[in-house]
T-cell receptor
Framework: GEDVEQSLFLSVREGDSSVINCTYTDSSSTYLYWYKQEPGAGLQLLTYIFSNMDMKQDQRLTVLLNKKDKHLSLRIADTQTGDSAIYFCAESSVSGYALNFGKGTSLLVTP | DAGVIQSPRHEVTEMGQEVTLRCKPISGHDYLFWYRQTMMRGLELLIYFNNNVPIDDSGMPEDRFSAKMPNASFSTLKIQPSEPRDSAVYFC?????????????FGPGTRLTVL
């Protein structure tokens, strides 16, 4: 099967920028997604990017897409303690109906 | 809209018992997904439905697991008999195929502990 790869942990200081990286495998993915999971909760859609875009900015969030390298990143500016969570990268599956998720990156923001 | 609703939120049972997890998707959504999340394996897709019909159950671990969707507003995931290795958080998600993207909306999950 196809794998979406992410680093497992990231620790940053409050106020710094966080960059979470992801590599995906399906070059035909139409959309790529970032989901956020807070402790004890389900996954919430954070943002997504259409595959013909290189960058998308939404307030403190910047998504960069490098289709050639199949690399996706999520930058969080001015990271706050409330940003501590698990962040999942996901791509549309080959079937076009399901999503393939990475294992998630645990972001810890320290004061 | 209340979002995807799952019940119970927590379930503790003993090995060998039957467990039934319930999900109510967002009204109007025509896809429903069941996932399992563990530390070791991350998020695994178990099965998904389109218009109440199971489309892909290749992720269902074994015959002890079964899922049904009797109508557009209700689905169940049953484990019989349950085993300790089934302990995980089970998520239900739904999606509307007429939207711009294939965004899935997740419920809060059911944390299952099998002793």
């Amino acid at each position: 099967g196809e794998d979406v790869e992410q680093s497992l942990f990231l620790s940053v200081r409050e106020g710094d920028s966080s960059v979470i990286n992801c590599t995906y495998t399906d070059s035909s993915s139409t959309y790529l997604y970032w989901y956020k999971q807070e402790p004890g909760a389900g996954l919430q859609l954070l943002t997504y990017i259409f595959s013909n875009m290189d960058m998308k900015q939404d307030q403190r969030l910047t998504v960069l897409l490098n289709k050639k390298d199949k690399h996706l990143s999520l930058r969080i500016a001015d990271t706050q303690t409330g940003d501590s969570a698990i962040y999942f990268c996901a791509e549309s599956s080959v079937s076009g109906y399901a999503l393939n998720f990475g294992k998630g990156t645990s972001l810890l923001v320290t004061p | 809209d209340a979002g995807v609703i799952q019940s119970p939120r927590h379930e503790v049972t003993e090995m060998g018992q039957e467990v039934t997890l319930r999900c109510k998707p967002i009204s109007g959504h025509d896809y429903l997904f069941w996932y399992r999340q563990t530390m070791m394996r991350g998020l695994e897709l178990l099965i998904y439905f389109n218009n109440n019909v199971p489309i892909d159950d290749s992720g269902m671990p074994e015959d002890r697991f079964s899922a049904k969707m009797p109508n557009a507003s209700f689905s169940t995931l049953k484990i019989q008999p349950s085993e300790p290795r089934d302990s995980a958080v089970y998520f239900c998600a739904s999606r509307y195929s007429g939207g711009l993207t294939d965004t899935q909306y997740f419920g809060p999950g059911t944390r299952l502990t099998v002793l």
